[in-house]
C-alpha cells in the first residue's frame, strides 16, 4: 500500500534525535511551556524573521487566540475563503463573530482578491487568507485591502510552513500568523500543536495571556481565557524537525515537478505555482470531473488517496444556520466536487511515485 503520507518513515530517518530530546524532557520535569517550549518558540521566530511566537494547543486555538487577541467578537463579520478546512470559519464562530465567504480562485484555491470588497461591510474587522495546500495567497492585494478598510490580516498558514510570498515567509506577512503542527504538517508533531507569530507586542502579550487562563500573573485571571499551552514534548519534537524543514519542502517540490510533468500529459489539472509564490506541497492536489471513479480505482490498486475538502465550510452545518446555501460560492463547490490529493511525503521512493502515475495512466486509459 502506498500510503497518502507516512509519519513512521520520517521518525525513523532522524528517531535517536527523537528519542533523545523526548527523553530529555521526560528526566527535565518541565512538561507544559518551560525552556523547551521557549526554545522552540524563539527558533520559529528566526526563521519566520518574526519578533514574537507563542506557543499554543493547536492551530484552530491559534486562530481562535488571534481573533480573540485583536478584539473580534459578537456582532464582527471576518472574511474568510469558502474552499478552506472548516476551523479556519469555525474559530471565527468559536469567538461570537459571523464568517464572510469570499469565492476562491480556482488555479490557486485561495480567497479571490477581486472578490473580496464587494462583501466589506461596516461589522467587517479582519480578513483571513489561506494559504491552502502550501502555496501562498496574493497578500499585497490583501494588505491593500486591509490598509484601505482598516482591517486586520490573520493569516491562516496551517498548510504553508516554509512557503514564501515574494521572498517573505508565509505567516509572517499579516498582523498576525496562525501555524498548526498537527502530525501531518509540513513541520508535524507527534500530537496536536500550534503557535501564533506577530510582530506586535500587544497582540503577543495578550495571546500569551489568553493561552493561560487569561492570566498576567499566575492564578489572577484579568480575562476568560483558554487552557491552550503547547507541551514540552511537542516542542521539543519540533526543535529537532525544524532545521530539516526546508529540506524536506525542497524534496516535496521534487516529487511534485515529476507529478507535474506526467499527469499534465493526462489532461489534468495540476497545482500551479505563481511566479511570486513559493509551493511547498503539504498536500498534492489534482482536479478530475470522474473523482470518486479515479479515486476508488486508486484504491483498489493499493494507492491511498484524500479528498481535501468534500464540503466548503459554508454548506456546513453550522454556517448553513447564517443563511448561506448551496449555489453561494460556484468555485468552492466545484473545487469539492473535483480535488483529489495524492501521496505526498519527502520520504516517498521513485518506485511508489512511479507507481501513482502508472496507475493513473491505466485509469484513463481504460476511462477517458
Known amino acids: 500500500m502506498i500510503n ?83 476551523a479556519t470559519a469555525g474559530a471565527v464562530l468559536l469567538v461570537g463573530a459571523k464568517p464572510v465567504f469570499v469565492d476562491i480562485n480556482p488555479a490557486t484555491y485561495a480567497i479571490n482578491t477581486d472578490l473580496i470588497e464587494e462583501k466589506i461591510s461596516p461589522k467587517t474587522r479582519a480578513i483571513i487568507p489561506v494559504h491552502l495546500y502550501g502555496h501562498p495567497a496574493e497578500m499585497e492585494e490583501i494588505l491593500l485591502i486591509g490598509q484601505k478598510h482598516g482591517l486586520k490580516i490573520i493569516e491562516d498558514n496551517a498548510q504553508a510552513f516554509g512557503s514564501m510570498y515574494k521572498g517573505q515567509k508565509t505567516g509572517s506577512i499579516g498582523d498576525v500568523g496562525c501555524l498548526s503542527f498537527f502530525p501531518t504538517k509540513n513541520l508535524g508533531a507527534f500530537g496536536d500543536a500550534g503557535m501564533v507569530v506577530t510582530n506586535d507586542p500587544q497582540i503577543a502579550d495578550q495571546v500569551k495571556r489568553l493561552r493561560t487562563h487569561g492570566w498576567q500573573k499566575k492564578y489572577f485571571s484579568e480575562e476568560v481565557g483558554y487552557n491552550s499551552r503547547l507541551d514540552a514534548i511537542q516542542a521539543a519534537i519540533l526543535n529537532v524537525k525544524l532545521p530539516y524543514v526546508d529540506e524536506w519542502n525542497n524534496k516535496r517540490r521534487e516529487i511534485a515537478e515529476f507529478y507535474n510533468q506526467k499527469i499534465a500529459l493526462l489532461g489534468l489539472q495540476t497545482p500551479i505555482e505563481e511566479s511570486w509564490g513559493k509551493h511547498v506541497y503539504h498536500l498534492y492536489i489534482i482536479r478530475c470531473q470522474q473523482r470518486d471513479k479515479l479515486q476508488a480505482y486508486l484504491k483498489e490498486n493499493s494507492i491511498a488517496s484524500e479528498v481535501y475538502y468534500p464540503l466548503p465550510p459554508h454548506l456546513a452545518a453550522p454556517c448553513q444556520k447564517l443563511g448561506y446555501k448551496k449555489g453561494d460560492y460556484p468555485e468552492a463547490e466545484k473545487a469539492s466536487q473535483e480535488t483529489l490529493a495524492l501521496p505526498m511525503y519527502p520520504e516517498l521512493l521513485p518506485d511508489q511515485y512511479i507507481q501513482v502515475i502508472e496507475s493513473l495512466q491505466n485509469f484513463f486509459s481504460k476511462y477517458a
Open 4 to 86: 497518502l503520507v507516512n509519519l513512521t518513515e520520517q521518525y525513523h530517518s532522524i528517531q535517536p534525535e527523537i528519542d533523545k530530546a523526548i527523553s530529555e524532557v521526560l528526566e527535565s520535569g518541565h512538561f507544559i511551556l518551560g525552556p523547551t517550549v521557549s526554545e522552540f518558540e524563539k527558533a520559529v521566530a528566526k526563521y519566520l524573521g518574526v519578533e514574537y511566537a507563542i506557543g499554543v494547543a493547536s492551530g484552530t486555538d491559534a486562530i481562535v487566540l488571534s481573533l480573540r487577541a485583536v478584539g473580534i467578537g459578537p456582532g464582527d463579520e471576518v472574511i474568510v475563503p469558502a474552499y478552506t478546512f472548516f
